[in-house]
């Protein structure tokens, strides 16, 4: 795929080479994240980074990750701030707010506003989530998270074993994984939820086609153990048709670290795509994992910096000219320290 | 006029040859904004972009002028995030904010607070709008974008025919805008409007005193049919003094293609201040004019950037260093292509 | 103390030597904040400026004085624009946000929550406000404020003599600054509040047993007789145990010329936390005292800029790089106007 001036908009944008590519440029990114070495090159150039929804996370992270190679970043972080409350199209928004910066990276609830926003802009466009549709950012984030950590222990993406637990049936994160997961070879997905939040049948049947294995479950136990990685995400429960429905399945899918050491195979890895709800009603991650050096979910963020860093380099055509703006960072910085 | 650490609080402060340099400074930043070459002149100095009524266009367009002269930007955009809610005066607000950055933008939904805000100032105040009462940059841009239009058919700003359309009772834009062109020569003017949001008396006086010609009117095939320039307003239904009043003009002062075709002379240049109203109750400009080639409002959002770039400039007085401190771009930018 | 690399969460923290060093680093920023010269050490550096309350003044001021080191600022300023509200711990928000910057500065509404989060945090965080609770740099800028306005009489804090006006009990301003105040020799401490709003024991004995005087009145006229220094505090009606005593004190903590002139000694220094309640019901510093130069309160917020750079640049470990990368100011600039 192209990605000079194009617009990210969706996963299915991708195939197996472009993410292969993208991987390449974030990895070539991580001197620079660990503050190794500074960039400027994209010195004078502007983000619009326009987020009509909030997210703090998505928002911060996509804004540093254009810091870091140098460009200036101007936001907006709220819809009431917005002339869209005034009545104005994402087409009239999307002219003038183009006029303006280098590139436009857009949060905003409605399922395919990015898209027709992306569709009037005279600059490339970044979708950062369209409500429950897409935020490929975040898929990519998370398939390069499994590369590394299966890297780690010299397996590649082909073959990967892997548990989603939790709401299969709304999180956009689990559907936009596991299309990308189909480009890959073999792999066997263990779908573990409550019966009223499966994954869509389109998702599942689409998998099969491709070759890969299908397991669905509504007992997390018997999903999570025999898994590289359990992904797990947020349940509501104004998800579940009724409280009856709801209270039957509450703190079924959620994961701590005596059922992790009962179930998972030594050095299982833990993801979740976040916020990870730690009120004490919530379904998904014990606290008590926070020491397992298993639990990867501050390194998906970690590196959801390189893979908008490499999105950024890739559409703005400066992946060759990065490393000779390089200079040395001279301040104290905590990731050379052995806590970091 | 004297530019040089000056406050831009109102149209009344230029005179024409003012005008005219700022719009020389604004034809020199083309190639900034186009992305041709990077300039960090502003690199240190810091931009204080108050905005205590949301306005994300406004906002961002005076942030990226900024950025786009090396400089950094500080802002608030909320009036609850502000100690002016905790019961601080202008005058503490404008001591204290003052003693941070280079210059100050602010815009408030008071009128008269900017000016206030700008005499305890330390530094430079560029009103970016005070309610009812002004919006320089607006206005500049305004006639500037007129000024351009024009120029492409070899003509200038004396000698123009034009019709405002709309709410001409209250809107800023459109009195700041007549005040302005009442310094060129020989204009035209058509006042467009419901008799209830008609075009304050005092203006119009003072437009005929110097020499222009004004003609009011409740017709808009009758306003447009022999003019340069259609420059549109958002109609407000509030505004009206009773809904049987806003329910008999209710449509009478919108444009599309179809009225453009019929009444207006080939090639009539179609402006708005924005935000259009694209809801189907609105009455200002149809979406149907979005391909009509001139329809110039982007263009006018465009220049706002120049406008705001020339702003900076010449108060700060880096007009003649400007371009001693620039580089070429070296990352892919859609202005240099066919579609931008 | 050790600043590279460490937390600024608490004037807990500081010794005299380490309050000493920092004064002189903050001196040493003097030519930057004056706009003389501008440095970019920390170009590339990013800070993430989290206020999960409002507060336009303390958000701006840290982000001009990062700024102002030629670093990069990303912003969050409302905690409904945040992830904390998804139910996600400040243990999270820590882990990630520390992946992304290289310094942190946070504000959050309750006691203990940004040691907290510093806990979990991979980078240093420096406390800029924790609700009643602590408020670092606001003490060090009062402390560095009466240093400078001594010095300019000769005189250095040993030996000071300060009234302390208004509410002290809840004051977080007034307790800290007590606390770095006990550090010095010979200070004189006028406690001047309703009897109700007085300051807690604990701080009181601590200063009286490091040999300090302490006198506690509820008469603003005899507190303020004989000082260096009156730092008086906003009064809120509604921390008063009813309404017949708040009416009881109304308007007698609230200093005015007049009363300065009869009962002040000639030159003493006026100071205020801010933000000043300028409403005619407020009961603090009237507005006649703008005039008088020693009113010290704008004083006190530029000096918070000098404070925040030193914090910035010890934590950071640049200060023997700072004036190495250091060019001057080539544009316009107030601060070299006589009436700055």
Known sequence: MEFVG??????????RKGIEHIFAIADSMQPYADRIR????????ILSNMFFEPSTRTRVSFGCAFNLLGGEVRETSEIKASSLTKGESLYDSARVLSGYSDIIVMRHPESGSVAEFASASRVPVINAGDGPNEHPSQA???????KKELNEKSRSVDGLRIAMVGDLKYGRAVHSLLKLLGLFKDITIHLVSPPDLKTPDDIVQQLKQLGHAVHATDSMEEGIHHVD????????EERFPSQTEADRYKGLFRLNQAIYTEFCEPNTVIMHPLPRD??????ELDDDLNTNPNLAIFRQTDNGVLIRMALFSLVLDITDQIHSHASPVTWFTA????NY
């Open 6 to 15: 194009s617009h990210i908009l969706s996963v299915d944008q991708f195939d």
């Open 335 to 338: 990731r050379r320290t052995p």
């Open 140 to 146: 990519l984030l998370d398939l390069y998270t499994i």
């Open 229 to 236: 990685i359990v992904y797990t995400t947020r349940t509501q």
């Open 38 to 45: 500074i960039t400027r090159i994209l010195q004078g150039a």
């Open 278 to 283: 730690s009120r004490s009603q919530a379904q």
